[in-house]
């Protein structure tokens, strides 16, 4: 099965800041990369597919970059409701993995 | 709007049985690959297993083959998950996750909307 890594496993920042999460592939993917978000007692959320494009409804403070075997998940203006777990997902194989999960917290 | 609605969860000795549901609305079901994830109290997302749109093809997580088994009644618009030999490690919450598409292709296999879960306790 393909291994995700996400880094950091946490992170704290302030309102305005730019937040990037980094997630690793075992191996190449090409751009087969979404990326979640969950708030504490939800369901998850899809933000970003196929690496880079925007899930209808998701604001454009999110945005989604990589391929291969590295990518980054940014939010350009970080507000008080991203306060939440964001997960990467590889979907180069239908055996979906997921990564362990950046929580971010405001400070 | 499209919906997707777990139940059946709840508690369950070890060695026992439950059947999951996933009523959906709002899109022509038979159109959609359907996947079961789960969350452990705690911890992360873990795949379970994924139908095709027509049912004929499914795949599962090692750590459940051979114990559940995923199928979809188009006619009722309604996913499951029959769960045996239930173990301690399998308690968690039990989502069901819709595709884009409704076969399995690299790129299309992302999770487009959740339901809100159901929980299963594995306990004596």
């Known amino acids: 099965d393909i291994q995700m890594t996400q880094s950091p496993s946490t992170l704290s920042a302030s309102v305005g800041d730019r937040v990037t999460i980094t997630c690793r592939a075992s191996q190449s993917i090409s751009t087969w990369l979404a990326w979640y978000q969950q708030k504490p007692g939800k369901a998850p959320g899809l933000l970003i597919y196929k690496a880079s494009r925007l899930q209808s409804g998701v604001p454009s403070r999110f945005s989604g970059s990589g391929s291969g075997t590295e990518f980054t998940l940014t939010i350009s203006s970080l507000q008080p409701d991203d306060s939440a777990t964001y997960y990467c997902?590889?979907?180069?194989?239908?055996?979906?993995?997921f990564g362990p999960g950046t929580k971010v917290d405001i400070k | 709007e499209v919906q997707l609605v777990e139940s059946g969860g709840g508690l369950v000795q070890p060695g026992g049985s439950l059947r999951l549901s996933c009523a959906a609305s709002g899109f022509t079901f038979s159109n959609y690959v359907l996947t079961w994830v789960r969350q452990a109290p705690g911890k992360g997302l873990d795949w379970v297993s994924a139908i095709s749109g027509g049912g004929g093809t499914t795949f599962y997580a090692d750590s459940v083959r051979g114990r559940f088994t995923v199928s979809r009644d188009n006619s009722k618009n309604t996913l499951y998950l029959q769960m045996n030999s239930l173990r301690a490690e399998d308690t968690a919450v039990y989502y069901c996750?819709?595709?884009?598409?409704?076969?399995?292709?690299?790129?299309?296999?992302?999770?487009?909307?959740w339901g809100q879960g159901t929980l299963v306790t594995v306990s004596s």
């Open positions: 996750a819709k595709g884009p598409v409704a076969y399995f292709s690299s790129g299309d296999c992302y999770l487009d909307c």
């Open positions: 997902q590889q979907d180069n194989s239908y055996r979906l993995t």
